[in-house]
T-cell receptor, first 115, second 113 residues
Framework: DGGITQSPKYLFRKEGQNVTLSCEQN?????MYWYRQDPGQGLRLIYY???????QKGDIAEGYSVSREKKESFPLTVTSAQKNPTAFYLC??????????????FGDGTRLSIL | KNQVEQSPQSLIILEGKNCTLQ??????????LRWYKQDTGRGPVSLTI?????NTKSNGRYTATLDADTKQSSLHITASQLSDSASYIC????????????FGTGTRLQVTL
C-alpha cells in the first residue's frame, strides 16, 4: 500500500542532544512537509520541500534542520537549539501542481518528549 | 493575519444523530478549503477539498459546504457512528506566491452510545 511512514512513533531527547525523525513516502509525491502539533493549536509548518535537494523554511524553522537527498525521504533533525521540542511531529506529502488543489497525505506522527 | 476559527471546540453526540461543525476564516486571497479528520494519535486524513466555485461537496456521510462571500464553511455528519469520534480540522489555502495552509485548532467530536 502507498503511504507515508514516520519513525519512531515515540522519541525521547536528552538535554543538549540532537535527534532525527524519519519520514519516507512511496506515493511518488514531489512535495514534502514537516509540521508541529501542540495541544490547543493548529498545525504549524516547520520546513517544506518541493523538489529534491531544495527546501524552504516554514513559520517555525528555528532549532530544526532538514535534508532532501532523495525524493522518497525528508528527515527532520531537532537540534539542541530548539528549547521546547516536546510536541507531536507530522510529516506530509503531496503532488506538486499549479492549482494547489491536491490534498496533503500525512504520516501517523512522532511524539517527541524531553527526558 | 490569516486565521481559521472553528466551533464548537468540542461536541458530544449520541450514535445515529447528525451534527454540524463550523469554520470561519479570514485567509486572503482564497484558494481552497479543506476538511481533515484526525483520530487520536494518528495523522490527519483528507475528507474534502473545495475551491471558490464549489458550494457543496460530499464524501459518504460527510458533507461540506462553503460560502466564499461570508468566508464560512460547515461540515455536516449524517447518522453518526462511534468511528466518527475524532478531531475535525478546517484548513484554508491562500494563493500567494509562498502559498501555504492555515490550520484551525479543530473540533473534537465524541460519539457515544
Amino acid at each position: 500500500d502507498g503511504g507515508i511512514t514516520q519513525s519512531p512513533k515515540y522519541l525521547f531527547r536528552k538535554e543538549g542532544q540532537n535527534v532525527t525523525l524519519s519520514c519516507e513516502q512511496n506515493l511518488n509525491h514531489d512535495a514534502m512537509y514537516w509540521y508541529r502539533q501542540d495541544p490547543g493549536q493548529g498545525l504549524r509548518l516547520i520546513y517544506y520541500s518541493q523538489i529534491v535537494n531544495d527546501f524552504q523554511k516554514g513559520d517555525i524553522a528555528e532549532g530544526y534542520s532538514v535534508s532532501r537527498e532523495k525524493k522518497e525521504s525528508f528527515p527532520l533533525t531537532v537540534t539542541s537549539a530548539q528549547k521546547n521540542p516536546t510536541a507531536f511531529y507530522l510529516c506530509a506529502s503531496s503532488m506538486f501542481e499549479g492549482t494547489g488543489n491536491q490534498p496533503q497525505h500525512f504520516g501517523d506522527g512522532t511524539r517527541l518528549s524531553i527526558l | 493575519k490569516n486565521q481559521v476559527e472553528q466551533s464548537p471546540q468540542s461536541l458530544i453526540i449520541l450514535e445515529g444523530k447528525n451534527c454540524t461543525l463550523q469554520c470561519n476564516y479570514t485567509v486572503s486571497p482564497f484558494s481552497n478549503l479543506r476538511w481533515y479528520k484526525q483520530d487520536t494519535g494518528r495523522g490527519p486524513v483528507s475528507l474534502t477539498i473545495m475551491t471558490f466555485s464549489e458550494n457543496t461537496k460530499s464524501n459518504g456521510r460527510y458533507t461540506a459546504t462553503l460560502d466564499a462571500d461570508t468566508k464560512q464553511s460547515s461540515l455536516h455528519i449524517t447518522a453518526s457512528q462511534l468511528s466518527d469520534s475524532a478531531s475535525y480540522i478546517c484548513v484554508v489555502r491562500d494563493t500567494g506566491t509562498a502559498s501555504k495552509l492555515t490550520f484551525g485548532t479543530g473540533t473534537r467530536l465524541q460519539v457515544t452510545l
